[in-house]
């Protein structure tokens, strides 16, 4: 699609125009839209933890540290001691089988169209 420059009046004058491409931002919007439906299908199904961070609208990286700061001085409120182990779980497992992942998918009621 090509967009005329506000005060150019003539499409042949060089630079009179913006050519401006509306299929990446189609494919943005509908992969939004497949996102959408999997969040919501993955609340529906239970699939992620109540505690689960990664990847939920809403909870973000500072949203974890608040919950485990809270979680921390709780415990040492009621005299309690706490251990941590934090893993680099990234490093730990990089790879994944995408076969099991998709059947795993398809078993807890995500539509076909979307594990293809």
Not at 10 to 37: N, R
Not at 56 to 79: I, N, Q
């Amino acid at each position: 699609m090509v967009v005329r420059k506000l005060g150019k009046p003539d499409y042949v004058i060089p630079g009179a125009y913006c050519p401006i491409a509306l299929l990446s931002t189609m494919g943005k919007i509908l992969s939004a839209c497949v996102t959408e439906d999997i969040i919501q299908m993955a609340k529906l199904h239970g699939l992620l933890p109540e505690n689960h961070f990664g990847c939920r609208p809403g909870r973000a990286t500072t949203d974890s540290l608040h919950y485990v700061t809270k979680f921390m001085k709780d415990a040492w409120r009621k005299g309690e001691v706490i251990s941590a182990l934090f893993l680099d779980i990234k490093r730990t497992f990089p790879s994944v089988i995408l076969s099991q992942l998709v059947c795993d998918m398809r078993w807890r009621g995500i539509p076909e169209k979307y594990t293809q």
